[in-house]
């Protein structure tokens, strides 16, 4: 016979008060009455899914076990001091909060936004370039490109492309954050890393569905020079390119074999290659979640959710693998917020899976 402190384990519940009766409570709500509260959800990110990455790098948790632990190291614009940023516990969330108090205020003014121009009155001080800016109305990112003259607190931004703002709002404009290294969540010590400042990708705070990503203007790269796998293998991502549209962007490439993911020199096109290039039809300006696996002729590149069978040939990922670029050019103009490698090609299932895990978290174009 079972007592009731047996049976509660058993389901995996906790008796508590609802009303002034007993009702059980699971880990993903209560049970009974309709009553579906929020505490208790768990965390579930790609390596949930898929174990055993060889090494992963994002703006939240690869896997419930991470949670709590680094995720990047950002470097403050104001002074060049850096500071780490982990991930939440139970939200697998990167801490936002505390990089945007470590950031810190540059400026704050009334302002209106046309397109690529933010005009402001009344700022309590000139602000800097890469600042990124919040304020009702904006589109996200936000952040500034370059100062035009302020004179009495009043002057113009060039920015990135905040939206239409015609009513001037209150604006806050924080000092910028750039990454100095993305930590490898795996625990494999793959950490990839940017030592020169006007190299390191700048996180935006807010960017898609008011989650923060990895802005890459045409100049920044993170890498690491000891990451060699072997096919088979799986890159995944999530990833938009917003720019320079006719000119290659490498999302993940290695500079020996070399092997990769890129965007192409053409419009809403992508190349697979590892020894020979594959097109495949990406729109740009657009999220998308790719699971691309490296496996031979048996090869297969899906795009949210959509698998191409492909053979991009059989070479390895070589020794050196940058994120955003090619060594020293090929640079990617967009933003990005998780990359992963496998050394295992994943399946079926696991793309979908995988796909539909980032859709859920992020936002992205299908739910996979």
């Avoid at 409570?25 to 990110?45: E, K, N, R, V």
């Avoid at 990455?53 to 614009?77: C, D, E, P």
Wanted: proline residues 3%; charged residues 10%; neutral net charge.
């Amino acid at each position: 016979m079972f007592s009731s402190r047996k049976l509660v384990a058993l389901l995996g519940c906790w008796l508590i008060l609802v009303g002034g009766r007993v009702a059980f409570a699971a880990p993903g709500g209560l049970i009974g009455d309709g009553i579906i509260p929020t505490f208790g959800s768990t965390y579930t990110g790609p390596g949930d899914i898929v174990s055993g990455a060889t090494a992963w790098y994002g703006l939240r948790a690869y896997n419930a076990a991470y949670l709590g632990s680094k995720a990047i190291n950002v470097r403050r614009a104001s002074d060049n001091s850096t500071q780490d940023i982990n991930v939440l516990s139970p939200s697998g969330a990167l801490d936002i909060a505390t990089a945007n108090t470590f950031a810190g205020t540059d400026a704050t003014a009334s302002c209106t936004s046309a397109s690529t121009t933010v005009a402001c009155t009344g700022a309590s001080s000139t602000p800097h370039v890469g600042s990124t800016i919040t304020g009702t109305g904006y589109t996200q990112p936000c952040y500034v490109i370059s100062v035009g003259t302020f004179t009495a607190g009043a002057g113009n931004l060039t920015t990135n492309g905040c939206g239409t703002v015609s009513v001037a709002v209150s604006t806050t404009l924080q000092y910028g954050l750039y990454v100095t290294e993305a930590y490898d969540q795996t625990g494999n010590g793959n950490n990839i890393a940017q030592s020169t400042a006007a190299a390191q990708p700048q996180l935006a705070p807010a960017c898609l569905n008011a989650k923060p990503c990895l802005i890459f203007n045409g100049s920044y790269n993170l890498f690491i020079s000891s990451l060699a796998v072997s096919q088979p293998y799986t890159m995944s991502t999530v990833v938009i390119r917003t720019g320079a549209f006719t000119s290659v962007g490498e999302v993940g490439r290695s500079t020996t074999g070399p092997a990769f993911v890129r965007f192409s020199n053409a419009a809403n096109l992508m190349n697979q290659y590892a020894g020979t290039t594959i097109n495949l039809t990406v729109a740009d300006s657009s999220w998308h979640a790719i699971q691309a696996t490296f496996t031979g002729a048996s090869s297969e590149f899906n795009l949210d959710g959509t698998d191409t069978s492909t053979n991009p040939g059989t070479t390895a990922l070589g020794a050196r693998f940058d994120v955003g670029q090619f060594n020293s050019g090929e640079f990617m103009t967009g933003y990005l917020t998780e990359i992963g490698i496998w050394s295992s090609a994943f399946s079926s299932g696991n793309r979908t899976s995988v796909c539909h895990n980032q859709y859920t978290y992020w936002g992205t174009s299908t739910s996979c």
